[in-house]
């Protein structure tokens, strides 16, 4: 990806793990205009960047994100529906639309506060790694309003309705030792092995064969909402799709390297991959 100038986000690619950190630190994160339409056009150009194999969204400093900016995204604008419109659209597209299409596995490296607006690109990739001590919460009603946006229902459907319930009503925090036990989180590790973990992570996705770990993820976020039997059709077609899409054509390499080579275990790993 070519180089850009932001003001509000920093972007890095090493060894093929693209990392886009929220950079106000001073703001614990918050999310202005500004940084939405830095993230919107960061994403959009890291979709098709052929660099990027996976991509992990932080914050710097204390917190992953503090929601949206009270003052900038709310007050600011409050008399500006030109602004307005254009902010929150940046906002839908990249922390939900951008990222639950984005072709290369996401993870979300939730390293502080975690809260409001900030949970929905959380629930939007499709990994969630955080500190033991991150710090969630759906803090809108400590302010008087509701979890708008993606976020209520973000929360309705990832964590159990009592869960989501309990936390939206009452603003009550949740640890990311607690995110791991609600599921909110794919898992959690003590700070200082939060980026070893997530790299390593990150690494595992890297070792299998992309295009089938794309159309995996699509799949999985699709059949949820299908009836059985559509599932099964929609599956057949997107396998048929898969044949034709993969480059390095994993299921007939696969099948050679286990039946004939008897080189690997399909059961307990990928097979060796030869990178076009
Ligand atoms: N919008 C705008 N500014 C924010 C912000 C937000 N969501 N969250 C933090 N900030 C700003 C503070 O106003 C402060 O700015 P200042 O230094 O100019 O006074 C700065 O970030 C640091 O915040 P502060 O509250 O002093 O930091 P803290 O480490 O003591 O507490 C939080 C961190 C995240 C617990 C606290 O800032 C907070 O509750 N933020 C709001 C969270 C929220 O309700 N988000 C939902 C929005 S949808």
């Known amino acids: 990806m070519e180089k850009r100038p932001y003001e509000n986000i920093i972007v890095e690619n090493e060894d093929g ?68 419109r254009r902010s929150n659209e940046a906002a839908h597209s990249w922390f939900w639309e ?48 509701l979890p708008g946006g993606y976020v209520s229902w973000n929360v309705a459907n990832v964590m159990s309705f009592r869960d ?19 599921r909110f989180v794919t898992f959690s590790v003590p700070k200082d092995q939060l980026r070893q973990a997530t790299v390593a992570y990150a690494r595992k ?16 976020r699709t059949v949820r909402g299908l009836p059985a039997q559509q599932a099964v059709d929609y599956l057949r077609a997107k396998g048929e799709a898969l044949k034709y899409f993969d480059p390095e054509g994993g299921r007939e390499e696969g099948m ?11 059961g307990l790993g990928p097979y060796h991959r030869k990178k076009p």
Not at 164 to 182: I, N, P, Q, S
Not at 205 to 220: C, D, H, Q, S, Y
């Open 17 to 84: 793990i693209t990392w886009v950190t929220l950079n106000r630190p001073e703001k614990r994160n918050a999310m202005s205009p500004a940084l939405h339409y830095e993230m919107d056009d960061a994403l959009a150009n890291l979709a098709v960047d052929s660099k990027t194999e996976v991509l992990v969204i932080t914050g710097a400093g204390e917190a992953f994100s503090a929601g949206q900016d009270l003052k900038l995204y709310f007050r600011d604008t409050a008399n500006n529906p030109a602004e307005r």
């Open 205 to 220: 996705l890297m070792e299998k064969n992309p295009a089938a770990v794309r159309f995996t993820k699509e799949a999985i």
């Open 256 to 266: 050679r390297q286990f039946l004939d080579e008897k080189s690997y275990r399909p």
């Open 98 to 145: 951008r990222l639950t299409t984005f072709p290369k596995p996401t993870i979300a490296m939730v390293n502080g506060y975690c809260f409001g607006g900030g949970l929905t690109p959380v629930c939007a990739c499709d990994f969630a790694i955080a500190a033991e001590d991150a710090v969630f919460g759906l803090s809108e009603i400590n302010w008087g309003i």
């Open 164 to 182: 989501a319930m309990h936390y939206a009503v009452t603003g009550e925090t949740f640890d990311g030792r607690k995110a791991e036990e609600l």
